[in-house]
T-cell receptor
Framework: AQSVTQLGSHVSVSEGALVLLRCNYSSSVPPYLFWYVQYPNQGLQLLLKYTSAATLVKGINGFEAEFKKSETSFHLTKPSAHMSDAAEYFCAVSANSGYALNFGKGTSLLVTP | DAGVTQSPTHLIKTRGQQVTLRCSPISGHKSVSWYQQVLGQGPQFIFQYYEKEERGRGNFPDRFSARQFPNYSSELNVNALLLGDSALYLC?????????????FGPGTRLTVL
């Protein structure tokens, strides 16, 4: 079964600091991986996705992620955090069954002034 | 263009009751999926429909059912509600049925079971 594990349920960074949110995947075949963001009382918005075209994927709002097969990782980074980045972030993998998404438990990002 | 819409926004039910949640996908999208998000957790897959046929089902009891209509809108039904069914129910649509397709999420329906 394809699944993802997000390390750290809460991450706190200072405004302007590097953001690093960790995601490891478990898949027997090359996976399709996604990062979504959820702001309070809203649905999920896609930040970026990996579809094997390139290992370094650039997304919206200055986020990017690097697919590392040797480490089975797909960590999300942003060079400089903004207050508006405070939200819940979910890593997900496309499952075999109907291509639905298997989500991690999420990481809550707090940005302090 | 309008995004995925869901109704109602909030719903309060009592144990044992039945509930119907509705979803309208983005125009042109043929696939609709339903997810349950319990507070503090990631969304859990419930159903996926494509061209009005069920294409995937998550690990949920038979009290959960869904259908997709000819206009690609969808309904999720939950019977015999339990307290544990309290959650945010998310609907997502995608253009086609493919593992690399982006799924666009609606704002969700917040269900509270008392």
């Amino acid at each position: 079964a394809q699944s993802v594990t997000q390390l750290g349920s809460h991450v706190s960074v200072s405004e302007g600091a590097l953001v690093l949110l960790r995601c490891n995947y478990s898949s027997s075949v090359p996976p399709y991986l996604f990062w979504y963001v959820q702001y309070p009382n809203q649905g999920l918005q896609l930040l970026l996705k990996y579809t094997s075209a390139a290992t370094l994927v650039k997304g919206i709002n200055g986020f990017e992620a690097e697919f590392k097969k040797s480490e089975t990782s797909f960590h999300l980074t942003k060079p400089s955090a903004h207050m508006s980045d405070a939200a819940e972030y979910f890593c997900a993998v496309s499952a075999n069954s109907g291509y639905a998404l298997n989500f991690g438990k999420g990481t809550s990002l707090l940005v302090t002034p | 263009d309008a995004g995925v819409t869901q109704s109602p926004t909030h719903l309060i039910k009592t144990r044992g009751q039945q509930v119907t949640l509705r979803c309208s996908p983005i125009s042109g999208h043929k696939s609709v999926s339903w997810y349950q998000q319990v507070l503090g957790q990631g969304p859990q897959f419930i159903f996926q429909y494509y061209e009005k046929e069920e294409r995937g089902r998550g690990n949920f009891p038979d009290r959960f059912s869904a259908r997709q209509f000819p206009n690609y809108s969808s309904e999720l039904n939950v019977n015999a509600l339990l307290l544990g069914d309290s959650a945010l129910y998310l609907c997502a649509s995608s253009l086609e049925l493919a593992p690399y397709n982006e799924q666009f999420f609606g704002p969700g329906t917040r269900l509270t079971v008392l």
